[in-house]
């Protein structure tokens, strides 16, 4: 393909689809400007711009923060690893839904009750200012380097797939740009077009909208795939997906992992070192979406906007409803596509396919490409940018909020007005950008599975970043010095693991590193000095206290013990068959799992039995984890989806 329009003519888009686009990006720049003003015309204060003025309904939040998670992570990404090792993936997703649940009821309201506007102010008042600013610059890092590159590479190249944009470049005088930075580009004008003017406020309920539309697109798009497919195998989209499940579950793909929640390593070691068997379940993914869904600003940010307690912890159940139904509309394409190329490679030639799967991450827009028709096809791809857009937005105007917030009015100018904090907050968004333009090509050029990438690379801080956060919102005695130390520690004992463990899958990396550091804060805490006599908590609540700790730490302990002896015996007894299955799904995840829940047996009794507190230490309230009826048969629902996914799926 020699011209950008011959790439559009042979594209297979037509003028419906073009409309659709062109609607959407009228439509959501419209919106997003349009809500940054009042009726008028003035523009919102600070906390509006940063916070949306604490206004949002349960609604709101449950689809602000799916939007803000869905992006080319997912649509690309996840795609891209249902394509190279199948359904196992899913646990990001399920799990996700399970730690929604805990956040709402425990995290959130312990935050909404401090009225914290950022977790690094959170972490600047319970320790000191040196933990808040060192988290700071840590989200900073993150956000620009390794989410916003990410979402737009990821964007850009399904873009470029879709289109057959390929070695097509755009000359400006003597400088040659490539298509796919070219759209890395336009993607940032359009979702910095109405963030970095409307902050927060605006990104939320332009994020209710692109939720929605995302939702109900994926799963049309799925079905359009699926049945334009079966047309070739005389199948209906069930009959076709079901066709699908037989053909990888029997005869010559029987130890096929693609229809499976739990990988054996013996089977695909590739697909294990992904997604590691039961790890994926209990081992340091739980410390992945703890991190990212409890401790990251761009995602917990809308929750703390929330106009009550009761309406954040209502848009958490949402958001954990809404994760279920993501791995339906997001894998389909990546499992159809790998059905296709490697299950029936001869249907390519003799439907005259266009393109070719590349890398893994080609998959979603190779299907989309060559198994939609006029309208869908547009719908899809407005599904797509629709996806980019809001997450690019929600960390553009997180990285503004940590930088204005937590770094230029606390260090830079503490007596700054509201109108001063809301265009340094959009100069910050604009500084990133562009930082973030210049390093994309340089980071994700040569990857293969860019979600991988984003989660392996995530996973150095959030062992770290969940020992420090978590601890010191529930335990009296987390210390500051104990901090201090983890953060310091976090990245360098992440890379001596992964030198030291290559081989090792990085989930399984990251649960070592958390039990090191957990026992190291503990420890460091307990010896610290600096503590105050505490107020007695109520007898009730003591009594609470004590019998949850001790049910925790029996339960801990009892799997740690259990998982010590299963390991012993398979050294004992190699040949032993349960024991190698057992080895074989990783069990050893199971010494984190009993970790963590243990951890949470320490800070039971402490805060029951201790009378000292760390000079810092927030008060014991139980009262704040009480949840209506409503979320209570909402977690049950979601926990019985979730053991019938894995009975049928295991």
């Known amino acids: 393909m020699n011209t950008f329009a011959e790439a559009i003519v042979s594209s297979g888009f037509q003028t419906l689809d073009f409309v659709i686009l062109t609607v959407y990006v009228i439509l959501i720049v419209s919106l997003g400007l349009f809500i940054s003003h009042d009726r008028g015309g003035k523009e919102k204060p600070a906390r509006d711009y940063f916070l949306a003025g604490n206004s949002l309904t349960w609604w709101a939040v449950g689809a602000s923060l799916i939007a803000a998670n869905i992006s080319t992570e997912q649509f690309i990404g996840m795609a891209g690893t249902s394509f190279a090792d199948g359904i196992a993936i899913t646990a990001y997703e399920i799990m996700a839904a ?64 879709i289109f057959g944009f390929h070695d097509i470049f755009i000359e400006i005088g003597t400088l040659a740009i490539s298509m796919r930075m070219f759209i890395v580009f336009t993607l940032f004008v359009v979702a910095g077009s109405y963030t970095i003017y409307g902050g927060l406020l605006a990104v939320a309920w332009t994020d209710v909208f692109q939720c929605a539309l995302f939702v109900g697109g994926g799963f ?10 079966g047309v070739i195998f005389d199948e209906s989209p069930f009959g076709m997906l079901g066709r699908m499940y037989t053909d990888l579950t029997t005869g010559n793909n029987a130890l096929d992992a693609h229809f499976h929640l739990i990988i054996q390593q013996s089977h695909n070691p590739s697909a294990f070192s992904n997604v590691p068997g039961i790890a994926a379940v209990v081992g340091g993914i739980l410390l992945t979406n703890i991190g990212y869904w409890g401790c990251n600003q761009y995602i917990i940010q809308k929750g703390l906007a929330a106009k009550d307690p009761h309406a954040g912890q209502s848009g958490m159940l949402f958001a954990a409803f809404l994760k279920l139904l993501i791995p339906f ?36 827009p190779w299907i989309i490409h060559n198994f939609t028709t006029t309208g869908i096809k547009g719908l899809s791809f407005v599904t797509l940018i629709a996806a980019i857009v809001s997450t690019l937005a929600s960390l553009i105007n997180s990285t503004s909020t940590i930088f204005t917030v937590d770094i230029y009015k606390k260090y830079i100018n503490p007596t700054a007005s509201d109108n001063t904090m809301v265009n340094t907050g959009r100069i910050a968004s604009v500084i990133a950008l562009l930082v973030a333009l210049f ?20 996973s150095l801080i959030y062992p770290g970043v969940v020992t420090v956060f978590c601890l010191g919102l529930f335990w009296k005695r987390a210390s500051t010095i104990a901090a201090s130390v983890t953060a310091i520690l976090t990245i360098p004992l992440g890379v001596l693991f992964k030198f030291l463990l290559p081989e090792t899958p990085f989930h399984i990396r990251s649960s070592y590193i958390f039990i ?15 503590t105050m006599p505490t107020e007695e908590i109520a007898l009730a609540d003591r009594r609470k206290m004590k019998i949850w700790a001790l049910i925790l730490g029996f339960i801990g302990a009892l799997i740690i013990f259990i998982t010590a002896v299963l390991e012993i015996w398979a050294q004992i007894q190699p040949d032993n068959q349960v024991l190698q299955y057992l080895n074989d799904i990783g069990i050893q995840a199971f010494f984190f ?32 984890f009480k949840s209506t009826t409503s979320y209570t048969y909402g977690t049950i629902i979601i926990g019985i989806v979730l053991i019938l996914l894995y009975t049928f799926l295991w």
């Open 98 to 161: 399970v730690i929604l649940i805990v956040i709402g009821k425990f995290i959130l309201p312990t935050l909404l009750s401090g009225k914290t506007g950022t977790i690094q102010q959170f972490l600047s008042e319970r320790y000191n200012d040196g933990v808040g600013l060192a988290f700071s610059i840590l989200w900073l890092f993150i956000y620009v380097f390794i989410n916003l590159t990410s979402v737009a590479w990821l964007g850009a190249l399904a873009i470029e797939q």
């Open 329 to 364: 509309f997001v894998l389909i394409p990546g499992l159809c596509a790998y059905y296709m190329v490697h299950v029936h490679p001869e249907m390519i030639s003799s439907f005259n396919l266009e393109g070719s799967i590349e890398k893994s991450d080609d998959a979603y």
């Open 516 to 530: 090191i550091l957990v026992l190291l804060f503990i420890t460091i805490s307990l010896h610290n000095k600096k």
């Open 439 to 458: 390093a994309t090509k340089p980071l994700l050029g040569s990857l293969d599975q860019a979600f991988q990438y984003i989660q392996e690379y995530s």
């Open 220 to 229: 049309i798009t799925s079905w359009a795939v699926l049945q334009n497919i």
């Open 593 to 624: 799992f009993g970790v963590l829940i243990g951890v949470n047996a320490i800070w039971l009794w402490s805060g029951a039995k201790d009378k000292i507190a760390d000079t810092k230490a927030l008060p014991v309230r139980l009262d704040l």
